[in-house]
């Protein structure tokens, strides 16, 4: 206790006297001066007996009793741990042994002189409290001071001469920020008046936290000290207010498990409450494999993944290979977190086709099926199939050339009905009459070769033109699919800016054509490159490159308005450039079983593609938060293809660059995301 002013010297056996402890060994003496209804306690140590405290509160002897006798080697010390304020307690003698021998029984002579201490006022001024505020203050941390009004003030207690003070703020005002200045002293010898508490104009600083994952936390700064450490998303404060006029600085000391969040709005000067700081939490993306594009390996996948019952996927690259035309590629579990990839087949830009852009997908047997947006015996082209050899390998057969111009460029992937019918559209090759695409069927014509017919042409007018995305196929058999030309034109597209449309069987082996939408370029967006998912109510969802309320396109669903047709509604508009949101969303849509929407954008969040869900608000709409922007650095960049997700609810997708820097801008990647 400061200011006890006792005698802590040590004392060694040797000397004799009995204070009646029996045959327990201990200390005694005699405690004088103490005043009436004072206290003092004692701390009693050796070097070989142990020892303990001893409270007295009466004047005349006392005793110790120790658990184990003492010898002639055994050192003591005697010291005042505590006494009662105003009183100032002293060790005066530390006693000698009782016998002189190796078996020491008692320890006498102690003497403990106590008397009345000469005590000392603490305090000082306050200023700039606001009228209706209170303070709180506090000295040595315990003896706690309300005030409510500016001026002088004393702490309750009295400090001993020669003791030491420290006062702080314990509870700060509102809206304010008190300081305190000379609060700090020792060797008291007079009172204290000179400590100076001053309050001034200040206020909180806030924001919002979105995206942490359930279980997680992480602890923010401002101004490199103030700490806040969050576990659920929503608003925040942090403890301790900024003066008017001075900066802050919120960043992140501490980043989640598995996550990374980024800080907007956080540096500034206060002039008002802060509550903008918005701080966004995505999930860190896992590397499934880096395309290297040299020595056989692919680069540049546009397409997705397809997964098999073994937990195998599959996939193509637009480059690399043996021949530099693209791949088809496996990447197999390895058993311990991570991915194998194996060439599964290299195209060679002859007759087996080359650059596919498109996906795959896998029948029951195990067998491959895809489409090169080149190649082929016309070069327009190929449908092509990939069958299991029962080594562990493929055989490539190419199921139909696409002949023409017009008719050829299958940018987007296959679907298969039960009789093993394939379906699918070719985009053409430009904007022009003589190019703009097909959708198409090829049959099985029992012999292992496949029968292709045209389902329908598109014209370029508001049928719809230039088809990049696959389709869809109802219980009913009709088609379903978009076309990100024909239709409207507006300024913002002056080819079309894109249609849904339904291929409906017309009960004589052919299709008809209906437009479910058109796009106008304006808030509803423009130039769908996506294909379209649909739920159990008949809706269908997808996803336009452009347009929408920023013109960075959007997520739209079109619902049947109950008289045969549908009506569009906009689920998000991304917001683009300067913002963590992405840009560009060229794929389709996920759903998951809670009806979340998943997807990707080729632009935006810093840059370089984001992944983004979109979840039900409850009210008809929808919430966007980015799960992850891309870096460009070794996660990847610029992922043009769709996601697809496995029974965990993990997503997997494909970047057309970053990851290995070989290629220029980057090989591209295959990862996963865990939410």
């Known amino acids: 206790m400061p200011g006890c002013g006792s005698s802590n010297s040590s004392g060694t056996s040797g000397g004799g006297g009995n204070c009646s402890l029996g045959l327990n060994p201990g200390f005694c003496g005699t405690l004088t001066g103490l005043p009436s209804g004072g206290s003092v306690t004692l701390t009693f140590s050796t070097s070989d007996a142990g020892g303990g405290n001893l409270t007295l509160s009466a004047n005349g002897p006392f005793a110790y009793m120790l658990s184990t006798q003492v010898d002639s080697s055994t050192t003591w010390n005697i010291s005042v741990a505590a006494e009662t ?14 016998s002189g021998g190796v078996r020491v029984q008692e320890i006498t002579g102690v003497a403990v002189s106590c008397s009345t201490a000469t005590t ?4 000082g001024t306050l200023s700039g409290l606001n009228s209706g505020a209170q303070i ?24 001993n001469q020669g003791g030491g003070y420290g006062v702080t703020v314990s509870s700060q005002p509102t809206d304010e920020l008190c300081t305190v200045s000379q609060g700090v002293g020792s060797n008291v010898t007079a009172n204290i008046t000179s400590v100076a508490v001053t309050c001034s104009a200040a206020f909180p600083i806030g924001g919002t936290l979105t995206g942490l994952s359930s279980g997680a936390m992480i602890t923010l700064e401002d101004n490199g000290g103030d700490s806040l450490a969050l576990s659920s998303n929503g608003g925040f404060t942090f403890p301790t207010p900024i003066l008017q006029g001075d900066t802050y600085n919120v960043t992140v000391a501490i980043q989640p498990a598995n996550q990374f969040c980024s800080v907007t709005g956080g540096v500034g000067t206060v002039s008002g409450v802060v509550s903008g700081v918005q701080v966004a939490c ?37 480059n690399g290979g043996s021949n530099n035309f693209g791949t088809v590629f ?19 830009s002859g007759t087996d086709g080359d650059t596919p852009e498109a996906g795959l997908i896998i029948d029951s047997a195990g067998n491959l099926f895809g489409t090169t947006s080149g190649g082929g015996s016309d070069s327009f082209g190929t449908v092509f199939k990939l069958a299991p050899n029962g080594s562990g390998g493929f055989v490539e057969s190419v199921l139909y050339s696409f002949p023409d111009l017009n008719s050829g460029g299958p940018f987007a992937g296959l679907i298969i009905d039960n009789a093993g019918n394939l379906y699918g559209t070719t985009g053409g090759y430009s904007t022009g009459s003589s190019s703009l695409g097909v959708a198409f069927k090829l049959a099985p014509s029992g012999s292992g070769s496949y029968t292709e017919s045209v389902l329908y042409a598109f014209t370029g007018g508001s049928d719809g033109a230039n088809s990049r995305a696959g389709l869809i196929m109802d219980s009913a058999g009709n088609l379903y699919g ?27 082996g052919g299709y ?23 739920d159990s109510a008949g809706n269908f969802y997808g996803t336009t490159a452009e347009g929408g309320s920023s013109a960075n396109g959007t997520a739209f669903k079109l619902a049947p308005n109950g008289s045969g047709g549908y009506t569009e509604s906009v689920l998000y508009s991304f917001q683009g450039l300067g913002t963590a949101d992405g840009s560009g969303p060229a794929a389709g849509l996920l759903m998951d079983s809670a009806s979340n929407l998943y997807g990707t954008t080729l632009l935006g969040g810093v840059g370089n593609g984001t992944v983004f869900k979109l979840a039900p608000n409850g009210s008809g709409g929808y919430v966007e938060s980015i799960l992850h922007a891309f870096s460009a650095s070794t996660d990847g960049a610029s992922p043009q293809a769709g996601l697809i997700t496995d029974s965990s609810g993990k997503l997997y997708g494909t970047t057309t660059a970053g990851g290995n820097q070989s290629c220029t801008n980057g090989c591209g990647t295959a990862f996963e995301i865990t939410q």
């Open 136 to 159: 709180t203050l506090a000295d040595n941390s315990s003896d706690l001071l309300t005030l409510s009004a500016n001026g002088n003030f004393t702490f309750h207690a009295s400090v």
């Open 282 to 318: 995505v999930i860190v993306e896992q590397l499934l494999y880096s395309f290297t594009g040299s020595g056989g390996d692919g680069a540049s996948p546009h397409a997705g993944l397809v997964m098999d019952t073994a937990g195998n996927f599959y996939g193509t690259t637009a």
């Open 512 to 534: 008809t054509e209906s437009v479910l939408y058109s796009f106008t370029g304006g808030n509803d967006g423009s130039i769908p490159e996506g294909g379209l998912i649909t």
């Open 85 to 98: 304020p105003g009183t100032s307690c002293n060790v005066t003698n530390q006693g000698s042994n009782g």
């Open 482 to 508: 978009t076309t990100s030309g024909g239709g409207n034109s507006s300024i913002n597209c002056n080819n079309g800016c894109g249609v849904v449309f339904k291929l409906a069987p017309d009960g004589s």
């Open 120 to 123: 000392f006022t603490i305090g």
């Open 330 to 348: 496996k990447l197999a579990p390895n058993g311990s977190g991570g991915y194998v990839e194996s060439i599964v087949y290299a195209f060679a």
